[in-house]
């Protein structure tokens, strides 16, 4: 079955950090592009970050852009983020997503909302003191 698992999220205050791994099942994500969204209760899913699947070309939202990074790990087929300096806002199901880089990666990310092959069942984050 191919899918994709996410996991890594949790309580944690504001200030701390985390790491969420996004795993591929039954098939290799080394020429996907992966992409992080997230959705808190009523509002819209939002596009958090992209990394390359042929290149190293990473994409960030102007919210996280320097405190969260994406990176990926062929070796072990997952790609993460990396969280750092959470805020409250950040509280969210934190889901990944993927396609095939057929096109730039800056284009995949942009449409991967419409486009994903593959979505992961999400995995909750909740920053609270």
């Known amino acids: 079955q191919l899918q994709l698992v996410e996991s890594g999220g949790g309580l944690v205050q504001p200030g701390g950090s985390l790491r969420l791994s996004c795993a591929g099942s039954?098939?290799?994500?080394?020429?996907?592009?992966i992409g992080w969204f997230r959705q808190a209760p009523g509002k819209e899913r939002e596009r958090v970050s992209c990394i390359g699947g042929t290149d190293s070309t990473t994409i960030y939202a102007d919210s996280v852009k320097g405190r969260f990074t994406i990176s990926r790990d062929n070796a072990k087929n997952t790609v993460y983020l990396q969280m750092n300096s959470l805020k409250p806002e950040d509280t969210a199901l934190y889901s990944c997503?993927?396609?095939?880089?057929?096109?730039?990666?800056?284009?995949?990310?942009?449409?991967?909302?419409?486009?994903?092959?593959?979505w992961g069942q999400g995995t909750q984050v909740t920053v609270s003191s």
């Open positions: 039954g098939f290799t994500l080394d020429t996907y592009v």
């Open positions: 997503a993927t396609a095939p880089s057929y096109y730039s990666t800056a284009f995949v990310c942009a449409t991967l909302l419409r486009r994903a092959h593959y």
